[in-house]
């Protein structure tokens, strides 16, 4: 029980650890995810001051500035796509992320409930032997009980019939007192009997003996 419970700690640590490591991978890409955004509005700052010079050029160099103009916004709109591409991975990074956060988490709990569940049938587990001993000391306390009576009314028979045999034809006194002691007996057998229903094959065999030996 010990070990069982030492290795079901084990492995909550375990996935203790791995929870925090996701953790902090989540907090590292969601820093990473705020540069992207700074890096980006930054980006659209430049942008912005870029077409302001273009303009302010173009009646001196209409050719040029159009053609670096041009050249520029296109590099810049890749870098743009290149940076939402970027964020859309970091994104669905994340939302994997988040799902084996979720996913952990419901190991975690599940592992807690499993422990709870095994520690609370092992209770009952140790309940029913402590129940299953007492009622053993009971039975064995009264089938020994019920034992010596049995001996003893036999004894009380066999010297009945003993004197009985002695004196010949007995009075009816005699008899009667006989007859209460073979129903003493029969009701003994009947009641170890009827114990011997509800235990185990070996102890009924014992009882039986016991029985027919009377």
């Known amino acids: 029980m010990k070990s069982q419970l030492e290795e079901i700690d084990k492995e909550r640590q375990e996935w203790d650890e791995k929870l925090k490591r996701k953790d902090n991978e989540l907090t590292e890409m ?35 500035i159009q053609t670096k103009k041009l050249t520029d916004k296109q590099r810049t709109n890749a870098t743009i796509r290149h940076i939402i591409a970027e964020r859309q991975a970091l994104d669905e990074s994340l939302t994997k992320m988040e799902r084996e956060n979720m996913e952990l988490y419901r190991n975690c709990n599940e592992l807690k409930d499993r422990v709870y569940m095994e520690f609370k049938v092992m209770e009952f587990k140790f309940e029913i032997e402590q129940m ?69 094959q070996e102890h009924r065999e014992v009882t039986l003996e016991v029985k027919y030996q009377v």
């Open 132 to 200: 299953s001993k007492q009622r053993e000391y009971l039975y064995v306390r009264k089938l020994k009980v019920c034992e010596s009576k049995i001996l003893a009314l036999k004894r009380r028979l066999d010297a009945e019939r003993k004197r009985r045999l002695e004196a010949g034809n007995p009075n009816p006194s005699m008899q009667q007192h006989q007859r209460e002691l073979g129903l003493d007996l029969s009701h003994s057998n009947s009641l170890i009997y009827q114990s011997s229903q509800h235990r185990p």
């Open 30 to 64: 969601r820093c990473t995810v705020d540069m992207v955004k700074a890096k980006s509005v930054e980006l659209e700052k430049m942008l912005q001051i870029a077409e302001i010079r273009f303009n302010n050029s173009y009646l001196l160099l209409p050719n040029i």
